[in-house]
């Protein structure tokens, strides 16, 4: 983009959205994106394999997490996002995840990427309508890189989890991932 300064937020998405039948990969770097799907992917087959056949009602009532992740942890910036229960087009379960890469605090960036996220899932938003959501959404401020500090996750709840907010040293194991579903 034209005229960004280099240590902008770099704001996108990673996931699936109920109008496309894959995953979807926008505006985010390969290292995040690589370390934040082998977790995901990690962490959903044990859960699913544990709920047997409850996975798919425990999936739909998830709550939505919210994150603000230290460089080193899922690529070389900090990370603020969120992700929140989604499908692909045949039903397939998998988050869907907005962050800005290089930001650490923004409540009105999560504010808006929690409504831009919840109208790609109940509206059938494709890809372009979600990036030009994003792109007119409040922009997060630019934080230095800084390592070795925990993560921060924080939700206000669902039907099967209670509000909570966690500070980790690394990313949730299955065993918390299911207890952040509310098992």
């Known amino acids: 983009m034209t005229g960004v300064p280099a240590d902008?937020?770099?704001?996108?998405?990673?996931?699936?959205?109920?109008?496309r039948g894959d995953f979807l990969c926008v505006g985010l770097s390969l290292g995040f994106i690589q370390a934040w799907d082998?977790?995901?992917?990690?962490?959903?087959?044990?859960?699913q394999r544990s709920l047997g056949e409850g996975w798919a009602e425990v999936w739909r009532v998830a709550p939505v997490?919210?994150?603000?992740?230290?460089?080193?942890?899922?690529?070389h910036r900090t990370?603020?996002?969120?992700?929140?229960?989604?499908?692909?087009?045949?039903?397939?379960?998998?988050p869907l995840t907005i962050a800005a890469e290089g930001a650490d605090c923004g409540d009105a960036f999560l504010d808006a990427a929690e409504t831009i996220g919840r109208e790609a899932i109940s509206y059938d938003l494709g890809p372009e309508d979600v990036m030009g959501r994003l792109r007119d959404a409040p922009?997060?401020?630019?934080?230095?890189?800084?390592?070795?500090?925990?993560?921060?996750?924080?939700?206000?709840?669902?039907?099967?989890?209670?509000?909570?907010?966690?500070?980790?040293d690394t990313l949730p194991d299955s065993?918390?991932?299911?207890?952040?579903?509310?098992r």
Do not use: H, N, Y
Not at 65 to 75: D, K, T, V
Not at 80 to 88: E, R, Y
């Open 8 to 19: 902008s937020p770099a704001v996108g998405f990673f996931g699936k959205i109920p109008s």
């Open 38 to 47: 082998g977790w995901l992917q990690r962490v959903l087959a044990d859960v």
């Open 65 to 75: 997490w919210r994150f603000a992740l230290p460089s080193g942890q899922c690529g």
């Open 79 to 94: 990370v603020l996002g969120l992700w929140m229960p989604s499908v692909d087009r045949v039903g397939r379960c998998f």
């Open 139 to 168: 922009t997060p401020s630019p934080v230095p890189a800084s390592t070795g500090a925990a993560a921060r996750w924080w939700s206000a709840g669902g039907p099967l989890a209670a509000a909570a907010e966690l500070v980790l």
């Open 175 to 182: 065993a918390g991932f299911a207890r952040m579903l509310g």
